[in-house]
């Protein structure tokens, strides 16, 4: 009975620790390049540099390591003569998973700075949650954008 019983509680312990290796926090750091896929620009009338702007993105997420990920992504902003607010849906895809996210946040000065709310993940990102951060680079690119994004996923368990 006693052994019977290490057995059993040792299982136990085993199917614990198998389903917390699973959860965890995870930090995802990378270069992310975007480019306008269907995007429109309109004017305010009598405002003279008031834009609201909105449509459909396309990116590609690049980690030091060498890993690679794509981004699809809805986009609104509201800017005067370049200073103002965004916001948007994304989903990131990388090999271990998907991440889908809001973000918002303001531009001005030609910099841009905003967070991500966490709203889902797949595979490795499975019921994720979190927050993040999205500010632009330096940009050595015509036509594109460039970013520095971190992502704090949070898998269940955590």
């Known amino acids: ?11 136990v312990a085993l199917a614990i620790a198998a389903s917390t290796a699973q959860a965890g926090e995870q930090v995802l750091e990378f270069k992310l390049v975007t480019k ?5 620009i309109t004017e305010a009338a009598n405002i ?6 909105s449509g459909k993105l396309f990116g590609v997420a690049v980690f030091k390591d060498g890993r690679m990920g794509v981004k699809d992504f809805v986009n609104s902003a509201d800017l005067l003569k370049g ?5 948007g849906y994304s989903t990131y895809t990388f090999e271990e998973g998907s991440i889908t996210a809001r973000y918002s946040g303001s531009a001005k000065d030609g910099r841009s700075t905003g967070e991500y709310t966490i709203l889902s993940g797949t595979g490795a990102y499975a019921n994720g949650t979190g927050t993040g951060t999205i500010e632009n680079a330096l940009n050595p690119f015509k036509d594109v954008n460039l970013f520095n994004i971190k992502l704090v996923v949070k898998t269940p368990g955590t």
């Open 36 to 40: 306008p896929i269907d995007y429109k």
């Open 1 to 11: 009975m006693r052994k019977s019983l290490s057995v059993f509680l040792s299982g």
């Open 83 to 87: 200073a103002g607010t965004f916001y």
């Open 48 to 53: 003279e540099g008031q834009t609201v702007a």
